[in-house]
Nanobody, 126 residues
Framework: QSLLVESGGGLVQPGGSLRLSCVTSTLNLDANNIGWFRQAPGKEREGVSC????????YYADSGKGRFTISRDNAKNTVYLQMNNLKPEDTARYYCAAQRKSLYCSNFLHWEYDYWGQGTQVTVSS
């Protein structure tokens, strides 16, 4: 069983919104940065957004700036990714991942993340 479980993906029309959730029952969100990554068929995995465990700062790749918002609810052990104004190019499988808080999540280096969920599919199409 994965330490991280994503949900909230689905099929949405361009311009629509989705909120992804990443739940952990084991990891301490105060000790781990959480990042969202995505991977489309034939493309490399890319960072989308992350939230720092140390200070709660949030970071976004250019692809999501102004449209995506990451947040966390420590009481629910959940990190969210609110995605608005979705575009067909946002179509991908989205993963959340945990990284040691001593590292810089804003670098979006996927090899620095120790734990990964199984992902949730987001499809943006009319």
């Amino acid at each position: 069983q994965s330490l991280l479980v994503e949900s909230g993906g689905g099929l949405v029309q361009p311009g629509g919104s989705l909120r992804l959730s990443c739940v952990t029952s084991t990891l301490n969100l105060d000790a781990n940065n959480i990042g969202w990554f995505r991977q489309a068929p034939g493309k490399e995995r890319e960072g989308v957004s992350c939230i720092s465990a140390s200070d709660g700062n949030t970071y976004y790749a250019d692809s999501g700036k102004g449209r995506f918002t990451i947040s966390r609810d420590n009481a629910k052990n959940t990190v969210y990714l609110q995605m608005n104004n979705l575009k067909p190019e946002d179509t991908a499988r989205y993963y959340c991942a945990a990284q040691r808080k001593s590292l810089y999540c804003s670098n979006f280096l996927h090899w620095e993340y120790d734990y990964w969920g199984q992902g949730t599919q987001v499809t943006v199409s009319s």
